[in-house]
């Protein structure tokens, strides 16, 4: 199996800083691309980040210069830098990892459990 886990959620006035993390542990052989998304009450969930194995990002327009994805592949983590947080931010912020594990023919999607953000003064 694999387990994704999520941290650093929390409670931040507008205009703050928060530091999410999520930790891959398991059956891993290979872990391709990983990322965040977020999921607002009432709302669908939306891509948020997404990082390639080689460490290339890729963000969604509403993170574009406030969030920063970065990877540490010895760890198999990825983390999200949210600078200048904005009430819309809030939502469940969940990681999602493209897992190849071992004796499975090919790669599968995981989601960790999520991390509450709220974003309000």
């Known amino acids: 199996q694999v387990q994704l886990v999520e941290s650093g959620g929390g409670l931040v006035q507008p205009g703050g800083s928060l530091r999410l993390s999520c930790a891959a542990s398991g059956s891993i052989r290979s872990i391709n691309a990983m990322g965040w998304y977020r999921q607002a009450p009432g709302k669908q969930r939306e891509l948020v980040a997404t990082?390639?194995?080689?460490?290339?990002?890729n963000y969604a327009d509403s993170a574009k210069g406030r969030f920063t994805i970065s990877r540490d592949n010895a760890k198999n983590t990825i983390y999200l830098q949210m600078n200048s947080l904005k009430p819309e931010d809030t939502a469940v912020y969940y990681c999602n990892a493209d897992v190849w594990r071992y004796f499975s023919p090919t790669y599968s999607f995981y989601w960790g459990q999520g991390t509450q953000v709220t974003v309000s003064s």
């Open positions: 990082i390639t194995s080689g460490g290339n990002p």
